[in-house]
């Protein structure tokens, strides 16, 4: 068994493309349109075959849930980086909304920033 795909809602899955691609660098995967859009990204530095699936949230639960999570701090996803303070810097310089400054707990050090989606996502270095 493998991961294959991690779904995440989004708000606008264009400006999730948008931000997931030229902010954070993944690139695109899979855009189908049918009944519904398939739209996946993939970080070009991960495990091949592993995608983001930017979901839309337009089934009203789904959203009451993601705002819900958004409005508790509650991180859709965590994204893993050798250097969370570097990329914090990067991002910074185009325009990312950060909660913070990076915080070390223990062998880690992480921060959250929002993806103008409707999410907060959670920036990772572990150090162990």
Same mark, same amino acid.
Request: glycine share 8%; aromatic share 10%.
């Given at each position: 068994?493998?991961?294959?795909?991690?779904?995440?809602?989004?708000?606008?899955?264009?400006?999730?493309?948008?931000?997931?691609?030229?902010?954070?660098?993944?690139?695109?995967?899979?855009?189908?349109?049918? !009944?519904?859009?398939? %739209?996946? &990204?993939?970080?070009?530095?991960? =495990? /091949?075959? #592993?995608?983001?699936?930017?979901?839309?949230?337009?089934?009203?639960?789904?959203?009451?849930?993601?705002?819900?999570?958004?409005?508790?701090?509650?991180p859709?996803?965590?994204?893993?980086?050798?250097?969370v303070?570097?990329?914090?810097? !990067?991002?910074?310089? %185009?325009g &990312?909304?950060?909660?913070?400054? =990076? /915080?070390? #707990?223990?062998?880690?050090?992480?921060?959250?920033?929002?993806?103008?989606?409707?999410?907060?996502?959670?920036?990772?270095?572990?150090?162990?």
């Amino acid at each position: 068994m493998q991961i294959r795909h991690v779904i995440i809602k989004v708000d606008d899955q264009d400006k999730a493309l948008a931000f997931y691609t030229s902010v954070l660098g993944f690139r695109k995967s899979r855009d189908r349109r049918g !009944r519904t859009r398939w %739209l996946t &990204v993939a970080s070009p530095k991960g =495990p /091949k075959g #592993v995608e983001l699936v930017l979901e839309s949230n337009a089934f009203k639960p789904a959203r009451a849930a993601q705002k819900a999570l958004y409005d508790a701090v509650f991180p859709a996803a965590i994204l893993s980086t050798n250097d969370v303070a570097a990329e914090y810097q !990067r991002l910074k310089g %185009l325009g &990312v909304k950060f909660r913070g400054k =990076p /915080k070390k #707990v223990g062998s880690s050090r992480f921060v959250f920033f929002d993806d103008t989606c409707g999410n907060f996502i959670v920036l990772l270095q572990n150090e162990a």
